[in-house]
């Protein structure tokens, strides 16, 4: 991406990259920033912007006049009390030169990101990113809801023995059919989980593969 393009009414003083992210982020993902910022292009070096911790700190007003792209990474969600979530999507918001924000979520249906689109910013997702922890958790509800385990959950809590006998048992799930409407990256991990246990996977997609 050429963060030197100028957009009209926005003069830009320099070909430079000024990532706006959070500490963890630039922990986990300094030496892969670094590792860009070093390559030869159009677009210059990677500045960075670490997002303030203090839960009444933002970003300063001279800072966000700076930003071109920001990244917003999952462990904003790991300390609410140190407000981060808010904090990014309030400097996007407010950050005149931004060109690109990056969600660590699948979807961009939040008001925030067409509030931004309409501003002209380009906004990716992590699409497929969560596909294998949310397809084993559906997994998990599945199994669930097949041996009946509610049942013996609120027995266990009561301190009672109380067995499900046939025909009331359960079936197993080998054999059985399970229709997976959505055919995505998480559907498609669910599907993945389903047909070494014997399950009949029947998808259902809106276009053809």
Known sequence: MDTGRDRPGRARESFVTVLMGTRV?????????????AIPGP???IERIVIPEGPDDRVSP???????VTFASGDMNDRPEERLQRKLYGGARRAPHLEWLHAYNVGTDDPIFGELMDKGVVVSNSAGASA???????????????RNMLHYHRAQHAHEWAPVHRPSAPRDLR?????????GSIGSA??????????????????PA
Do not use: C, K, W
């Open 132 to 146: 294998e922890p949310i397809g084993l958790m559906l997994l998990t509800n599945l199994l669930t809801l097949a």
């Open 175 to 183: 054999g059985q059919t399970v229709t997976i409407v959505g055919l």
């Open 25 to 37: 982020f630039f922990e986990r993902h300094g030496a892969e920033v670094d590792r860009i910022s």
């Open 190 to 207: 669910l599907a993945s989980y389903l047909r070494p246990i014997g399950v009949h996977v029947i998808g259902v997609r809106r276009r």
């Open 43 to 45: 677009r210059g070096p």
């Open 62 to 68: 001279e800072d966000l006049e700076r930003v071109t």
